[in-house]
């Protein structure tokens, strides 16, 4: 395989397509050689062609009695993060996001949750993102999903992301008080992480005491809009 990429490492992008084509040939069990594939796409800015490799890595791969491993895909994702291929990063994510997790609602939940504290622990911000933004996707209406991506967006992205995370939440938890809240109260977030000096009275309104138990309510409470 590092013969293989080696080679396509060191050709011009048509000539590395062709070698990469032939790698999977002779090697049809390698998701490297996927991966590797997606990345080439993502240097010459073929974004969908990222995720359609990727794809049919997957079902190559299983054509070809290549057992699924999830921890394998995640560190071919945080891999491609910290080389800056954040596209491919995403995509692994999004085409494997189901891949040895529980079937149960609980269990993938939990799973989902442990890969993304995983994630932030190893530095891998855009990992965990991905794996929010693709649970949120398949279990919408799970508000302490929506509360963890609102977390990381919090800690780690801008008041624009997470305006857009508290925008897509409440259209898919339209009950969830704490969301509803914390959307009217977005504007008042963006202050706090603009810099100004935003005291705890003026964000109240973001949290709400019928929520206690969920760890994120709590770190908003804690941590994030104190004075």
């Known amino acids: 395989v590092e013969m293989w990429l080696a080679l396509a490492k060191l050709s011009a992008y048509k000539d ?4 990469l084509n032939e790698a999977r040939k002779h090697i049809p069990t390698s998701p490297v050689i996927w991966v590797t594939a997606a990345k080439l796409e993502e240097t010459q800015g073929n974004e969908k062609m990222v995720e359609l490799i ?18 394998m895909w995640l560190k071919q994702a945080e891999e491609a993060e910290k080389t800056g291929f ?13 891949v040895g997790v529980d079937e149960d609602v609980k269990g993938m939940k939990q799973n989902w949750i442990q890969d993304a504290d995983a ?11 991905a794996i929010y933004n693709n649970a949120v996707m398949h279990l919408k209406g799970k508000k302490g999903l929506w509360l963890r991506l609102a977390e990381l967006e919090t800690k780690y992205g801008n008041a624009e992301s ?10 898919y938890c339209p009950h969830a008080e704490i969301l509803l809240q914390s959307r009217s109260g977005s504007e008042a977030m963006s202050q706090q992480l603009a810099g100004p000096d935003v005291g705890f009275g003026q964000t109240s309104l973001l949290v709400t005491e019928t929520e ?8 908003l409470k804690q941590e994030v809009f104190l004075p």
């Open 119 to 129: 994630a932030i622990n190893r530095n891998s911000i855009e990992v965990a993102r």
């Open 54 to 71: 990727l794809t049919r890595a997957i079902d190559s791969l299983a054509a070809n009695g290549v057992t699924p491993d999830r921890d």
């Open 212 to 219: 206690p138990s969920d760890s994120c309510v709590r770190w």
């Open 16 to 19: 590395a397509q062709k070698v």
């Open 162 to 171: 997470l305006d857009n995370v508290l925008q897509r939440a409440v259209t």
């Open 86 to 98: 954040i596209k491919t990063c995403q995509a692994i994510i999004k085409v494997t996001i189901k």
